[in-house]
Every structure is written in structure tokens, then in C-alpha cells.
């Protein structure tokens, strides 16, 4: 399984982005999706998460700005971010987990670099 993301690039602060990640194969079944981001010298970090069961977790720092939604009939996962902040400049990966058993993600894309500065 790929998963491809796209949709990154340099916005001024208080812009807007919409991500998307691809699947290569079918997302409906999958257990759960999630969006990580990683700062230049800065471990990996959350930004959010969504279930099959139509549930989905933020980040504190994102909550209310960012959100995460699937399409199941283009296989995609997006994250839709508005009010950006330079803060939020990161390489944002998405990741899929495929059964309510795996151990943690089992997919991971190689990321697309969203840039906030003016």
C-alpha cells in the first residue's frame, strides 16, 4: 500500500491549506487515518486522527483551525487547515492504520512540506 501526499507549500501566516494523502488501495475498511507532523529538530508529533466509526481527535495546538475528514470514494484522507501560524511549518506526513489490532500505523507516506511565513 502508497500513501501520497500532496497539497503543501508556503502560506503567509492566517492562510489557508488543504492536504490530501492518497491511497493506493481502498481506505473504507480501514480502522483509523491519521495526519504527524515533524519540525526541523523536533521529534514527530500528532495532529490528528480519525476512526472508521466517524470519530476524530485533535491535537490542542490545532483544535479549532485543522480539519481531518476522509473521502472513501477517492481513497483520499485530507486535512484542511485554516488560520495558520509559523508555528505550524512542518513536514506533515498522514498514516493509515488498517485493523483495530495493528500495532500503531501500519502505512506511512514520506511527507509534504508546509511552509507558514510571510
Known amino acids: 500500500v502508497q500513501l501520497l501526499e500532496s497539497g503543501g507549500g508556503l502560506v503567509q501566516p492566517g492562510g489557508s491549506l488543504t492536504l490530501s494523502c492518497a491511497a493506493s488501495?481502498?481506505?473504507?475498511?480501514?480502522?483509523?487515518m491519521a495526519w504527524y507532523r515533524q519540525a526541523q529538530g523536533k521529534d514527530r508529533e500528532s495532529v490528528a486522527a480519525t476512526t472508521r466509526a466517524g470519530m476524530s481527535v485533535y491535537a490542542p495546538f490545532v483544535q479549532g483551525r485543522f480539519n481531518i475528514y476522509r473521502d472513501g470514494g477517492e481513497n483520499t484522507l485530507n486535512l484542511q487547515m485554516n488560520d495558520l501560524k509559523p508555528e505550524d511549518t512542518a513536514m506533515y506526513y498522514c498514516?493509515?492504520?488498517?485493523?483495530?489490532?495493528?500495532?500503531?500505523?501500519?502505512?506511512w507516506g514520506q511527507g509534504t512540506q508546509v511552509t507558514v511565513s510571510s
Open positions: 498514516a493509515a492504520q488498517v485493523s483495530v489490532s495493528s500495532d500503531g500505523y501500519d502505512y
Open positions: 488501495e481502498s481506505i473504507e475498511n480501514y480502522h483509523a
